[in-house]
């Protein structure tokens, strides 16, 4: 629809003008297009937009596919340049057909079919091989999965199950040595669900290991380890205890983030979904749906929430239950995830329920405090905000008070807010002042620049030796000269730093017997340097500042044999 619309002779965004019929038309039936038309309207704009962009990249590619094929006198497009087309900018294979149509040409549409086909094979061999290196691995230690007790227990004692070092299976782990660890029964909570995995030791009665990170593979925590001390074997005794203060920074975090999603689903709008997270033990970051940037008031009013949950400490409940249980209660569960029959539901009271499986606070007053520091774009329709909690959070606004003090005795006041916007107006003034002096400076140069014009067989050639300028300044200095004169060929230079820059610039009159693009590329060539442009103006420059008499006479001879 939006290609017929550009075959109309239409070039702007209109579908989101339809969204208001449909409400009048069916509003009374779904009351709840009424209520977000305004979102809807927004929506299907910055949509149109966007694909109205891939569209004009896509077209001009595939008038560019369409010539080559006439030349070949071919009247079918190759199914691998619509292949193209269909699978780096998403054009469907219907509107490639219609495309095709309108330019008296058919697609090879056996052949776009072997192409996907290709792609999806691709596709499925690297998901193969990338389970066949993780299966052959640890395929034997499935049997063996590992008792999670963190929940409740911050350290257990328990028993290596098997040890694993460079791919393969081993007895065991020396000092300096790193591999990873299985344990019977563990406290270190695995990386899933955005929360990153538990740090801590491992100690047997022969030596020590530090646990660097845990992640799950096939339904195992596994331990990545590095030998600080001694050995570890297999069928060790072992004590596991995780890095305890760690693990409440992350708790603080994720539940934290329970509370931003709820208070940005009040704030924003519930058509608000999680799209991602991260919950470590210095930020959190969630990731969500929607299709523009948080006003700054939106954003206050996010943390003003979230502040304010905090400080009411309000406890926070962990039940299992059957997930149809869990979802009829209104639980906010992910769309793409797959959950077991049986699940975890974390509850704020009276604030948050979602279906998680990380560590979370007792209650909320434990994370301290709450600030966004980042909010930002991902990708299409997805936002993403970074914050931080209680020791980060203290940190930094620490930090942001501290650098306010160094600003209040640099500027000497009490109120230093006051006194940048002063100055801001006084710089913007003496902004404007400079350029008042330039201008003037420039209208002196000028006449001086006229006085110094040279004629060659009826043409003006107008040279300027100058310093200190840039490419801007002397553009503008030569749209002021060619104002004041006819039949003139302008070349101004200027020495900046051992640097010269050059514009060269032909009036009106005569750009039917010079270009300018074409002389520069010649002066320029003379002396090492490069140049192009227009052919009414162009710029360019050259290394060696020293070259200017060179030019300057280069550009006289160019006058005289045209």
Avoid at 60 to 74: G, L, M, R
Avoid at 304 to 333: H, M, T
């Amino acid at each position: 629809a939006a290609r017929h619309i550009r075959l109309l002779g239409k070039d702007f965004i209109v579908f989101y003008k339809f969204v208001n019929p449909v409400v009048e038309s069916l509003g009374e039936v779904y009351p709840e297009i009424v209520s977000e038309r305004e979102r809807v309207e927004k929506i299907l704009k910055v949509e149109e937009e966007r694909f109205s962009k891939t569209l004009d990249k896509a077209q001009k590619i595939f008038e560019e596919i369409v010539s080559q094929a006439k030349k070949s006198a071919f009247k079918v497009i190759p199914g691998e340049d619509v292949f193209k087309l269909y699978d780096t900018y998403g054009l469907p294979i219907d509107l490639l057909k219609d495309m095709a149509h309108d330019s008296g040409m058919l697609i090879d549409e056996e052949g776009f079919l072997k192409e996907l086909e290709k792609q999806r094979q691709r596709a499925r061999a690297t998901v193969q091989q990338q389970e066949i290196e993780v299966k052959d691995v640890y395929k034997k230690l499935i049997s063996n999965k590992t008792e999670f007790l963190g929940y409740t227990n911050n350290e257990v004692e328990t028993t290596v199950e098997a040890i694993i070092k460079d791919g393969v299976t081993v007895n065991f782990l020396e000092e300096g040595q790193e591999g990873e660890i299985f344990l019977k029964e563990t406290p270190f909570y695995a990386e899933a669900g955005g929360q990153v995995g538990d740090t801590g030791v491992i100690i047997s009665p022969y030596g020590k290991a530090e646990v660097l990170d845990t992640k799950r593979i096939l339904g195992l925590h596994c331990h990545i380890v590095r030998v600080t001390e001694g050995v570890l074997n297999q069928t060790d005794k072992v004590f596991a205890k995780i890095d305890l203060e760690r693990r409440k920074a992350i708790a603080r975090n994720h539940t934290a983030t329970h509370l931003l999603h709820s208070a940005l689903r009040i704030v924003v709008g519930d058509h608000i979904k999680q799209a991602g997270s991260l919950v470590a033990p210095d930020r959190l970051r969630f990731d969500f749906t929607h299709f523009e940037a948080l006003k700054p008031e939106e954003i206050r009013e996010v943390e003003r929430l979230v502040n304010e949950k905090i400080l009411e400490d309000l406890p926070v409940q962990i039940e299992i239950k059957s997930l149809y249980e869990a979802l009829s209660e209104g639980v906010i569960a992910l769309f793409e995830d797959k959950y077991e029959d049986t699940v975890r539901v974390v509850k704020i009271f009276g604030f948050s329920k979602e279906l998680c499986g990380g560590t979370h606070c007792t209650s909320t007053g434990q994370i301290g405090s709450f600030y966004i520091i980042h909010e930002g774009s991902v990708a299409s329709g997805i936002r993403r905000v970074e914050a931080i909690t209680g020791t980060e959070a203290f940190k930094y606004m620490t930090s942001l008070r501290d650098e306010i003090k160094v600003i209040s005795l640099l500027l000497k006041t009490a109120e230093p807010v006051k006194s940048v916007e002063r100055l801001l107006l006084d710089i913007k003034t003496k902004q404007q002042e400079i350029e008042n002096l330039k201008d003037k400076i420039l209208t002196q140069q000028i006449e001086d620049i006229l006085k110094q014009a040279k004629e060659i067989k009826g043409v003006k050639v107008i040279t300027a030796k100058l310093k200190d300028l840039g490419i801007k300044d002397l553009k503008l200095l030569s749209d002021k000269i060619r104002q004041k004169t006819q039949s003139a060929v302008v070349l101004l230079t200027s020495n900046t730093d051992g640097q010269l820059f050059l514009v060269l610039s032909i009036t009106k009159d005569l750009v039917n017997r010079y270009n300018a693009d074409q002389l520069l590329k010649e002066i320029t060539k003379s002396v090492g340097g490069k140049g192009g442009g227009k052919a009414d103006i162009a710029q360019g420059g050259c290394p060696d500042g020293a070259s200017i008499d060179k030019i300057i006479e280069t550009l006289n001879d160019l006058i005289l044999k045209k």
